[in-house]
């Protein structure tokens, strides 16, 4: 876009793509930058419950997958 701006600076088409562009750049850099909040709230999202429930030996469910 900035090499075919050099040929036609006042092309209004290639204007706003490369205003569009820029937007596009600017919010993806800002969602790739590490945020405390939003780490924060992935490792709530991605560390599973341990669970501590156990099966017994007459659980007819447990003796369907053993």
């Known amino acids: ?4 701006l050099l040929a036609e600076p ?5 204007l706003k793509l490369k205003q569009d562009l820029d937007e596009i750049i600017a919010i993806t850099v ?3 930058l590490p945020s405390s909040s939003i780490n924060d709230d992935e490792d ?3 560390t ?3 669970s501590n429930f ?5 659980d007819s469910l447990a003796k369907k997958w053993r």
């Open 1 to 4: 876009v900035e090499a075919a």
């Open 10 to 14: 006042e092309n209004p088409s290639l």
């Open 30 to 32: 800002e969602l790739l």
């Open 44 to 46: 709530d999202l991605n």
């Open 48 to 50: 599973p419950e341990v």
């Open 54 to 58: 156990t099966f017994e030996d007459d």
